[in-house]
């Protein structure tokens, strides 16, 4: 008896460029947040720009990817990509 090779966990980082991948939305984050430090020194500052970056990165890097596993989307575009 064949066993039926199990698919690997849909993951919607497999449909996404290069530069939309967690490491690099990581890696400009805390780059930006960081070069708001270092080149200007001001804490007030720093924030203001963390804030809408720490809510772009827990978005793109929480709330997405749970958003696409449950739409379905996924393995529709996984099915019509075996057709």
């Known amino acids: 008896m064949k066993s039926v090779p199990e698919e690997k966990p849909i993951s919607p980082w497999d449909y996404k460029p290069w530069w939309c991948q967690p490491w690099s939305i990581l890696l400009t984050g805390?780059?930006?947040?960081?070069?708001?430090?270092?080149?200007?020194?001001?804490?007030?500052?720093?924030?203001?720009?963390?804030?809408?970056?720490l809510a772009w990165m827990g978005f793109f890097l929480l709330v997405w990817p749970r958003l696409m596993v449950s739409s379905g989307l996924l393995e529709k575009y996984r099915q019509d990509e075996s057709i």
């Not at 070069?35 to 500052?45: C, E």
């Open 30 to 53: 805390t780059s930006l947040i960081a070069g708001s430090w270092l080149l200007l020194k001001t804490v007030w500052i720093t924030v203001l720009v963390a804030i809408p970056l």
